[in-house]
């Protein structure tokens, strides 16, 4: 009796998480629930207004897209927040996969895994317009020549070293507040961030902020691909990159991007 | 000689309890070392905190980025010392005319110690050059340095001022019996058994601000905390940290204990 009364309560629960890919079955933190992390506060325009609920924002719509794909409904997803150091901890995670423009790099995968990459991020320089007056071009020589910053937790600090060598050593910092604010104070000439941050930042944040110019993905020699972020071993991956391949193949992770991301075309590159 | 039976009893005893504290400290080690490689995560810590092949490729980046470390400290332990002397002279100014003084110093040490470092390096680091000071006197390392020591002036202020109030009465009475000057009973009779007095509290303090001048790399300077940041974000792995504390132990014990000894050395003279 006891037996069959519970086969009669799990059997709707069970058929509830039918209704998802087979692939994800099980596999979840929470049984029907997808857990989505992304940073604390996420930036615009990835996520717009800090809100990753609302769908606004290019990494809010991939996540959205990609739960769907793999047949979650938007109800199903649940969004949490964490650092960038709570992702890359060892042990348990809180997330099923954490989004939040992590590039891929090989020293990262050992400690953790990568979807397949969702967006190529060229590197653009942010600068400020007394900057340009100044005399500041969009060539590698020219840039030499500035004072640089960068946000310490990118990948644009070794790109720093490695395209621009600059003749003064960079100052670093820990988020991008941090360095719009040494820029305001005039204690940096000209940061370097992806794209979409520094559109943002020069258009919103700062009141003269200038784009000079930017480092096209496909040119540097590691190209700067952001992946979804997965605890070490997690099984969903690959559930994860069928999701995405699909949105890939069929041009809608194209049709998201240039929703959110179209501004990036016309930035001048340096050669 | 032949010992008597007190002496033969006491090393006997003293023999037993070395036994006892050697057994029981290996007996805590062995258990350290055998007991947590058995938890289910120690693989991956192991793999994200002590991998060696991390710490080899970072140490020596990180003992460069020490340099810096040691370079701020060296310039603001001094000014460190005067500004703190200075207050607390302040704070014992006994005419009524510079009471306004006495207050000032009065409100000063309150302020900067009740206020925590990293709040006063990025008020004075990004706030004062954003006033629009022209380079190089925007730079976050002048006015980091000024943070860091009007923070730990106001400290070191209150061990001064504690040595001062420790000299008696009676001395200050008999140097004005010379027909010394209150200036020349300060300088003559009070701060050399003043000063000698707290050197041990002061040591306290400066090893703090050893470890506190990582604070800098909040407003741009790659010092070692930053740098391991760097690597850490790079290769999301912890291990870069663990190499920085080990620098800063090898700087900071040996600092600990010659405290320890002039203290003791000190209580040794006391009694």
Redesign the interface.
């Known amino acids: 009796m006891r037996l069959l009364l519970t086969t009669l309560i799990a059997l709707p629960l069970a058929t509830g998480a039918l209704a998802q890919n087979d692939c994800a079955n099980g596999l979840t933190l929470e049984d029907g629930k997808l857990t989505i992390a992304t940073g604390n506060p996420a930036y615009y325009p990835w996520v717009m207004d800090d809100a990753p609920e609302s769908k606004q924002g290019f990494e809010a719509a991939v996540a959205y897209a990609v739960a769907n794909e793999m047949g979650f409904s938007d109800d199903q997803v649940v969004w949490v927040r964490s650092s960038f150091d709570e992702a890359i901890q060892p042990g348990a995670k809180n997330f099923d996969f954490n989004l939040q423009q992590y590039s891929i790099t090989p020293e990262r995968d050992e400690i953790v895994d990568f979807s397949v990459p969702y967006y190529s991020a060229a590197m653009a320089v942010l600068t400020r317009a007394p900057v340009v007056e100044g005399g500041a071009e969009a060539t590698i020589d020219s840039l030499k020549g500035l004072i640089w910053g960068a946000d310490a937790n990118t990948t644009a600090v070794p790109m720093l070293g490695e395209v621009i060598a600059p003749e003064k050593d960079p100052l670093l910092y820990g988020d991008n507040t941090d360095v719009v604010e040494a820029m305001k104070a005039n204690q940096i000439d000209a940061a370097l961030f992806d794209l979409p941050t520094a559109l943002y930042l020069s258009a919103v944040v700062l009141d003269d902020g200038v784009i000079l110019g930017q480092f096209p993905a496909e040119r540097s020699e590691s190209p700067d691909s952001f992946g979804l972020l997965f605890e070490e071993g997690n099984p969903l991956k690959s559930c994860v990159d069928t999701a995405l391949n699909a949105l890939k193949a069929d041009g809608r992770l194209a049709a998201i991007e240039a929703e959110w991301l179209s501004e990036t075309t016309g930035v001048p590159v340096i050669e | 000689m032949a010992l008597t039976r007190r002496q033969a009893y006491e090393a006997r005893v003293k023999r037993r309890s070395t036994t006892i504290a050697a057994g029981s400290t290996l007996a805590v080690i062995v258990a350290t070392l055998i007991l947590v490689p058995l938890a289910p995560?120690w693989p991956?810590?192991k793999?994200?905190?002590f991998n060696a092949e991390v710490f080899a490729d970072t140490f020596p980046g990180l003992l460069n980025a020490f340099l810096l470390d040691v370079a701020i400290f060296a310039w603001s332990a001094p000014l460190i010392f005067v500004l703190g002397l200075l207050v607390a002279l302040a704070r014992d100014v006994r005419a009524p005319a510079a009471y306004p003084l006495r207050l000032f110093a009065i409100v000063y040490t309150d302020i900067f110690r009740g206020v925590p470092v990293i709040l006063v390096i990025y008020l004075v680091g990004?706030g004062i050059?954003?006033l629009?000071?022209p380079?190089p006197w925007?730079?976050?390392y002048i006015w980091g340095t000024v943070a860091l020591v009007l923070t730990y002036a106001a400290y070191v202020a209150e061990v001064f001022r504690t040595g001062i109030e420790s000299i008696h009465q009676s001395q200050r009475a008999a140097a004005a019996s010379l027909g010394l000057s209150e200036a020349d009973t300060m300088r003559y009779v009070i701060l050399p058994q003043a000063i000698r007095k707290v050197v041990p509290a002061n040591m306290n303090l400066f090893i703090a601000l050893q470890k506190d001048v990582a604070l800098l790399?909040?407003?741009?300077?790659?010092e070692i905390f930053?740098q391991a940041?760097?690597y850490?974000?790079?290769?999301?792995?912890?291990t870069p940290y663990v190499g920085a504390a080990l620098i800063f132990l090898a700087i900071t014990i040996p600092a600990t204990r010659y405290a320890d000894y002039l203290l003791a050395k000190q209580r040794r003279a006391r009694s």
């Open positions: 995560g991956a810590v793999k994200s905190f990004f050059p954003g629009g000071l380079r925007n730079s976050p790399s909040f407003i741009g300077p790659v930053r940041g760097v850490k974000s790079l290769m999301a792995n912890f």
